[in-house]
């Protein structure tokens, strides 16, 4: 719960800004042929011949984007290359380098940034991407990371957010709301510490919602399984903000509609239990809770046999006309209108 009061704690300005980026990379192991040049020289180098490449990045800020009294250093470091991942393999493709860029404070040792980059080392281990470079930079309060991740894919493998038909299916990856749930019980916990420091917090009953919530996983296994199926969604997104509003950017930017069933929302069972107990309604969670990075695709309805029987797979809805809306249908059958918020009856 609490940061790691490391005992040791050796200023950055012993290093220097040269010695503390050395001392940083110097453990990552370059993977991908496409990488000619890495850490070390004015840019990084890469080579991806006759592939399209994927760019996309992200800017993570101290008190806005993550709080440190209950996000390890390690695994912030570890989530932020995983948020950066998944939106290139929600292009279909596959993700190979990242840049990382810090700004830290006075208030952070070497040990403090020794364990950010732990997580984003084990980030690049578990998926295979080689860190070829970044910037080091210092901040008057708090700490800032952006993360750029590069990926490749064959031009007529790309799948963009825009080209959902009328009649797709509509398919979710994994579970969803365990994340924001993990966020709710750990910040329950950090409100008792506050009051009672010598608390400590039992989360045997939430370890699901805290392990995503601290430790996502990017689906890089379902590019690679619906390559294995051999079925190429008609489109895709990645669900970083929450069911709803991926959906609407799909319907959108697609000019389509859908029907989204609210009994086939895939839920983990703590998930379940968790929103009873906190009084919450696990729809509502699922919809708009962020930060499950699952991957939410549409596919024609001639490959339904390829992914029926496949437990990551789920078939939430299909794709309707524009002129029909984006809809959530009840489990009592009601039709009801998607907003980003989730749908339109709450609040
Ligand atoms: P420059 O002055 O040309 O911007 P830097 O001294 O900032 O170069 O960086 C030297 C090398 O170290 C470059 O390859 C850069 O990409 C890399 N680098 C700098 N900061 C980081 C970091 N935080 N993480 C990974 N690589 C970094
Ligand atoms: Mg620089």
Not at 130 to 157: H, Q, Y
Not at 206 to 225: C, F, G, M
Request: some cysteine; proline content about 3%; charged content about 20%.
């Amino acid at each position: 719960m609490i940061e790691d009061k490391n005992q040791a704690r050796t200023s950055l300005a012993e290093l220097g800004e040269f010695g503390l980026i050395k001392h940083l990379t110097q453990n990552f192991k370059i993977a991908h042929s496409t990488t000619i040049k890495g850490v070390g020289d004015d840019a990084a180098v890469l080579d991806f011949k006759n592939k399209q490449v994927i760019v996309t990045t992200d800017l993570l800020i101290e008190g806005v984007h993550f709080d440190l009294s209950y996000m390890p250093l390690k695994h912030l470091g570890y989530k932020a290359v995983m948020a950066n991942l998944s939106d290139v393999y929600a292009m279909n493709g596959m993700a190979s380098q990242i840049t990382v860029s810090i700004a830290v404070s006075n208030r952070f040792p070497l040990e403090a940034i020794e364990e950010l980059y732990e997580g984003i080392h084990l980030a690049c281990k578990n998926y295979a991407i080689d860190l070829v470079g970044g910037d080091t930079t210092s901040s008057v309060t708090g700490l800032l990371i952006s993360i750029t991740a590069i990926g490749e894919a064959k031009a007529e493998d790309v799948v963009y957010r825009n080209t959902a038909k009328t009649n797709d299916l509509l398919v979710v990856t994994g579970d969803l709301g365990a994340a924001y749930l993990g966020l709710q019980v750990l910040e329950r916990e950090k409100q008792v510490f506050e009051v009672n420091p010598n608390s400590q917090p039992d989360l045997t009953n939430y370890s699901y919602l805290v392990e995503r919530q601290l430790k996502p996983e990017a689906r890089k296994d379902i590019i690679k399984l619906l390559k294995d199926l051999d079925v190429k969604p008609t489109a895709m997104i990645d669900i970083s903000d929450g069911l709803s509003s991926e959906i609407l950017h799909i319907c959108e930017q697609s000019n389509v509609g859908c029907n989204l069933y609210e009994e086939k929302i895939p839920l983990d069972p703590q998930v379940i239990a968790t929103c009873e107990e906190f009084d919450l309604n696990s729809t509502t969670i699922a919809l708009s809770g962020g930060e499950d990075y699952e991957l939410l695709f549409t596919i024609s309805q001639e490959d339904f046999p390829k992914i029926k029987a496949n437990p990551h797979l789920t078939v939430i809805g299909h794709i309707t006309d524009k002129s029909h809306g984006a809809n959530l249908v009840t489990r009592a059958g009601q039709q009801i209108e998607l907003t980003a918020q989730g749908w339109n009856s709450i609040k």
